[in-house]
């Protein structure tokens, strides 16, 4: 067996620390990527290809592959483009569905306050590519910030001898302005700081491997990102009425992912717990990539979890902050309402997380190791800003004005107090 039960109320301190204590790997690799991410800000485009050389073992000639992303999607076949599309629509739809509205209203008589939101001018969409498909990732992180409103939309994705062209295509269809060649470490950087051919963004987002996770937190602070993501992680919640076999689907599903994986499902129901136990077993024998997927349910941070109660495996949920939840029992909405920290939810025996990762139209750009504690997924909003404004009558900053002096002279700041005094003694500014 490649996972086991074991009851949440048995587990010792070493063993809630691997699940509750998640990270993205990143220390490993943060002394040579620092050493990369200085070397792109130096010297620019000769140390992304240097590195490019290096790490992916191509010789990149033209870093810009804006015009091949074009070519690629009409040379797709019509399936593989209907496909695309389909997926591209749904999250479009879904993501305009976010757009919020300026606002302006009147608070009191004369103290009129509002917000506007207006789109970053300039960002930047990290796509794993390669050799490797992953068109699914053009579309989640270029699509938010088209719709928006996001005036340029670069995207980095790793080269290959034979670069994927369904990824290739996706990003053109997705509607991204330029397409840069470059993967990594050294493609954050050159996002990051500009190099001679990649212009600079105001913020990156977009998952990727632990390099590019440490150059994202190397660069944070010269140029906003979404969230430092680790590897892909699950939590299934069932109760006696779920299929096993549904549960331990969405496990190796999960798990197919990568070796680091953390998928865990939690059941109040011995018979359930050690029935999903022997699905997983089966169906890990039956998957193409059944050593990355037993290597994932073999994890620390994955297994079968026995709970006393619904209670206490809603209270395990909540700890985790899983990336993906999945909810497959007889009262769904209410197990829900108790859960405040995931990433995305799914309900029911017939939404797998595959849904949202390709086409029921939500992100799946989410956050990792208890991210969703303090945040969300990719959204509009994420390439948004939201400018407070706000006008006063003569009127309406008498009424507010001797609150403003106080505070401010409590503060010690008297021109400030100053400022409303002048517009308010012997009707100035009236």
Not at 30 to 38: A, K, L, S, T, Y
Not at 345 to 356: I, R, S
Request: proline share 4%.
């Amino acid at each position: 067996m490649s996972i086991d039960v074991r009851e949440i109320a048995d587990l010792g301190p070493d063993e809630r620390l691997a699940f509750f204590e998640r990270d993205a790997g990143i220390e490993a690799v943060r002394g040579d990527v620092n050493r990369i991410v200085e070397r792109v800000r130096e010297e620019g485009d000769v140390a992304v290809r240097e590195f490019t050389s290096e790490f992916d073992g191509v010789e990149v000639g033209n870093l810009e592959i804006t015009d091949r992303c074009e070519r690629a999607y009409d040379d797709l076949g019509p399936e593989l483009r209907d496909a695309i599309e389909a997926a591209a629509t749904n999250v479009r739809e879904f993501h305009e569905a976010q757009l919020p509205e300026d606002w302006r209203r009147e608070f009191s008589p004369g103290r009129e306050l509002g917000r506007r939101f207006r789109p970053i001018d300039r960002v930047g969409v990290y796509v794993p590519g390669g050799s490797a498909a992953y068109p699914s990732s053009a579309i989640m992180g270029v699509v938010p910030a088209v719709v928006a409103g996001v005036e340029r939309v670069a995207v980095v994705t790793p080269p290959a001898e034979e670069m994927n062209p369904v990824t290739l295509a996706a990003i053109h269809a997705a509607g991204a302005d330029v397409v840069y060649s470059v993967g990594g470490a050294q493609a954050i950087a050159a996002l990051a700081y500009g190099t001679e051919t990649v212009d600079r963004v105001r913020k990156i987002v977009g998952p990727g491997n632990r390099w590019v996770t440490a150059a994202k937190a190397a660069v944070r602070g010269d140029v906003e990102i979404d969230f430092l993501a680790g590897p892909s992680e699950v939590v299934v919640v069932a109760d006696e009425t779920a299929d096993p076999e549904l549960v331990a689907s969405e496990l190796v599903a999960q798990a197919e992912h990568d070796p680091n994986t953390s998928v865990v499902a939690v059941t109040d129901d011995e018979a359930t717990a050690n029935a999903v136990v022997r699905a997983v077993d089966e169906q890990a024998s039956e998957r193409a990539r059944e050593e990355t997927i037993r290597s994932g349910l073999e994890n620390d941070a994955s297994g079968v979890l026995l709970a006393r109660s619904m209670s206490e495996a809603i209270l395990f949920t909540e700890e985790y902050a899983p990336e993906h939840l999945t909810i497959i029992a007889d009262d769904d909405e209410s197990i829900l309402a108790r859960v405040d920290s995931a990433g995305s939810v799914f309900l029911g025996p017939n939404t797998p997380v595959a849904a949202g990762d390709y086409a029921s139209g939500t992100n799946h750009v989410l956050p990792t190791n208890g991210g969703a504690r303090v945040t969300g997924g990719l959204s509009v909003e994420t390439f948004l800003r939201a400018t407070t404004v706000q006008r006063l009558t003569a009127d309406g900053l008498v009424e507010i004005g001797e609150t403003i002096t106080t505070l401010a002279k409590a503060e010690g700041l008297e021109a400030h107090a100053e400022s409303v005094r002048l517009r308010t003694d012997d009707g100035a500014g009236r």
